[in-house]
């Protein structure tokens, strides 16, 4: 859909993802760190459930691309027409990333299937995305071309990087990256659309001005800028939180050993052992 | 062959191989998994027949190519011309693939010679077939271009995941990536076959509309989403089939050892003992 | 700073970095070699120092661009028109090496900060710099177009090579690869700008001249020769130091341990032990 | 020197370079494989000697390119003109491979430079051959340009492999990938010093018939294939050679213990056993 909606749609559906992962890489790793063998199984139910709605999302988009009122409505080929074939593109794009949804969740479910295959799936659709992409701006005024092609220097970034995890798996080096990627791709798609199909009635930009290209290429430095910054901020909260959390149960169990001492109070020290 | 049987031969050739590998990974996978030391005998044997088998069929294509009626005929250069240089330079694409076979071949069958040298050469042939496409489709309509032009990403994207397992050998996910790769290959030939040369006396395709280049570039997204598929069915069957030989496996050794208490029946087991 | 001082200045700035990194990383080299738990403390307390001042180093940068005469005075918009786009894409470009120093300081302060983010910052950095760069030369004459675009070569290098610092951390090899292409990129700048705006009235160069294409690209291979001169002359330098100390060092013990022989030199030789 | 000669010289060095690593690199393999700690002292000389010849052979480049009577003879710039700015050029690209071998030869006489340092080198000066190349072909007829950027890809594919080494020191398949890519390069330059300045008075080629375009990529291919040969039928020979000196030794031994047996032939086995 080019329209603000149709940008605003995927946008919003990458930050969300994007902001989700900033905050569970994060908790992820310090969790890793202390204890290695605990909380697995709450971890492995998260992934179940992110992969899940990874894989409801784009079927949404899907939804929102066919049955928009000019949408192809599941039409593909008639009077020897294609019909709305950008539409269709958009459809496909969603497609290749609820598929990667679905193996994340095989991944977790099913132990017979070999850890990596998510990641590479996962490396297919953003690279599938980038490919229909850089086919898809063709005919379009410089403006509207290059915001879009800008798009490509996060997705084929974020292609490799994701194809890295293949081989390195569970590197937070890495999963952090991705993750600033994604929130790079959502706010951009945001700001495509305020861009291409200014919103609230302001002024158009000029799609034939350099200077609007040489501000947009800028831009989207910040944006990413941004990114770092969101994903910075949230791995910092989790790791206050943690500790936080971490002094506030050592202090129950310095209060326990204090009871300890109290021969009186072994018996309530007994039972309340098993909470830890 | 720049007619329909001409692209149909290397998309079945690279449909047999690619169907092939999407059983014989995942079954050594499992085998591995379990018994890492029994049947590997077994597999040498099967590695050499497919290697052969790999060496025979682009021999098929070389002779398909050479002896058609208006083929080269191992004609060169005469009267100052080059002779059907398309059809030679074909030939030398099957060749490389005739060389990878017997590098496999030699791998297996000499210790001498290091691993990973099978894959180097492989990851070479696939680099040759795509540095030849990409030199190939010059002063060609734009469809016809545009439909060899997207097999490159195919081709390329293989031959760096081959040259990765140089390094990462026996990589199951490689293993996948390489062989959905492959029957991506074999499905695109067949597709282009019908786009370019419509077999049942379709209309042919307008090879100047853009609305075609469109539709042409997400049908190979969806070309590689079936070939997802088929190595995603393959592999569960392959896992379902050895899950099912095990049990029943199992189940007669349950048997006999219900037979060991029964003191009358001890020497059928002696004997028995030998199957497993 | 589209003049003499506006290429001195970065060129003046990369070179001051990486001379000193031609002497870190050999000292580091040397003496994790010899013992690798001493003195860790007092490179922690370098690094701190080295990143602080690669955070300051960009912000100076940040204010000569914003603040000279014809700058943008923190000014980016008015009158329907964009001001100075150059120096705020400058701006941008110093604004991620500032970030990346912060990082780097981060990563030594504070423990709970993975290893390896700081060399991905530093590698989007200076990505970032290329990618600004490429967008950043259209329109201008075929020299000066020329000559900023083979820096791109030094700088997409020296991203491809910290990325894979983040996975081969200590790598002394990579750690003097990047040394060289940053001295690399500082006498680069400095040629830039001798070269677009000759600062002692020389005669200016033809900027349309297919011949002084070709010699500053021969110019710049030079100038990596000379880079890797350097890096190779420090080395030596910091190994020679290093050999020198430790005899000087050894000497003073053979010293003392003659003296323990000498019973009457005990009392000295208890003192002196703690110097070591 | 845009000659045969000068295409004929850059061609021999690449092609004895190729053919002697073909040697070297299946005999350290091997002489590995059986006993790893012995003869390292002699492949220790053999590397510093094969370094001092790759770093006298592009020296004899340099003095070729300056000294013939067309050339600079030393002289850059004169009368506000560059001077023979080719053969400067082809200068800069043998001064880097000399460069490599004193990096090589530096490397394997003091043990403080680190390991891949030779190799980091090699690479770069493999790089920058190629990154002249690149800026080196503009302004000419389409097939001289053609059949030179055909070697990109030898020399680029070479850097790649080559800086792969850096981390993967010793990667047999690696250094056979290295060799075959060098004596492609020797070849090839041989190829175009035929196409290009045919040396017995044949008939020069049309250069700007698209069929000589397609039978020279073919050609190239054919060529590698050739380069494959000879490393592999090298690497047969090497290994037979082995395998008969070992059995021949291993006859003597037995032959020995045939004497031991003999107890009035003691003597001589007590003086025999040195060889070994």
Known sequence: MANFKGHALP??????????????????YFHQKGKRTLLTRHYQRLEI????IRTLFPVIGILAEQFVPDGPHLHLYSDSQWIKLMNWQHSTMYLFFSVSGLTDMLTYLFSHVPLGLDRLVMAVATFNEGFLFYHHVHNRPPLDQYIHSLLLCAVFGGAVSI???VILRDNIVLELFRTSLTILQGTWFWQIGFVLFPPFGTQEWDQNDHSNLMFITMCFCWHYLAALGIVATNYSLVYC????????REGEIIGIQQLKSDPTAQKALLSGSDED
């Open 11 to 28: 946008g919003s559906l990458f930050l969300i993802v994007g902001l989700w992962w900033s905050v569970k890489y994060p908790l992820k």
């Open 163 to 165: 194809f890295l995890e």
């Open 49 to 52: 459930i992110e992969a899940a």
């Open 241 to 248: 939180l943690l500790t936080r959390l971490k002094r506030h």
